[in-house]
């Protein structure tokens, strides 16, 4: 039958409902403070990671979308996004960065998806929306997420050494150029919580339990494994999985 709702998910939910990230959480925290500098034009971004993304037309016109993204907005209280609809992309939905709060959905996504696929495609895209996960959908290979992190805790803490790749330093110049003070000194209290966390935070850990809360997120709202498993099938092109 149809899906309804029957509560939100609270803050408190989120911790007590979904995966713990209470070793990691300082590496959500800290990426949030850079998202407006990696959104900028400025940024340094490696080649080829910000294709220009044609937006398509808006997803309202697709009522069955439309429903399962507000429904999922509601419950999961994430604030609503703009969608757009793109049936001659191939693709299933992501994320558009020079818009605002914005994804695009392809053919996969717009065509052949049950109710209960729809919401969990709906629910997991819209958790990565959180604040403290949203980077992640921005900057999606965990490699360059680890030098975006260490060039964050540079820019707080000068005498952080700097770790990562070589295109840390040029990240760090990047994130100067384009933060104001306040985030900078955001990043100098969060900095010294990482120091006193020591080695018990990890990037790569700390990407892929986003990547479990959000699947988690979606698995709360559509109830179905099959559906989750679809999706997933889709994404990783297993027609077999997909029926």
Request: net charge neutral.
């Amino acid at each position: 039958g149809p899906l309804r709702r029957t509560t939100v998910v609270t803050r408190d939910a989120w911790s007590r409902l979904l995966f713990d990230m209470a070793d990691d959480s300082p590496v959500g925290e800290v990426l949030s403070v850079v998202v407006p500098a990696v959104l900028d034009e400025r940024f340094v971004v490696p080649r080829g990671s910000r294709p220009a993304i044609s937006a398509g037309s808006e997803a309202g016109e697709d009522l069955r979308v439309a429903r399962s993204f507000a429904r999922a907005s509601s419950i999961l209280r994430v604030e609503p996004i703009a969608l757009h609809l793109s049936p001659e992309w191939g693709g299933l939905v992501e994320v558009v960065p020079h818009l605002r709060r914005g994804s695009r959905l392809g053919k996969l996504a717009l065509s052949g998806r049950s109710e209960r696929e729809l919401a969990f495609l709906a629910a997991r895209h819209l958790a990565y929306f959180r604040e403290e996960f949203y980077i992640a959908l921005l900057v999606p290979d965990w490699r360059w997420l680890a030098d975006v992190f260490q060039a964050a805790l540079a820019v707080g803490n000068p005498d952080h050494p700097l770790a990562g790749s070589f295109t840390v330093p040029r990240v760090v110049e990047s994130l100067k150029a384009i933060l104001g003070q306040r985030s900078i000194d955001l990043l100098r209290q969060l900095s010294l919580r990482v120091a006193e966390a020591n080695d018990r935070v990890d990037v790569s850990r700390w990407a892929l339990s986003v990547e479990r809360k959000c699947a988690q997120a979606g698995l709360l709202l559509s109830g179905d494994l099959k559906a989750a498993e679809a999706v997933f099938a889709l994404e990783v092109g297993d027609p077999e999985l997909a029926l």
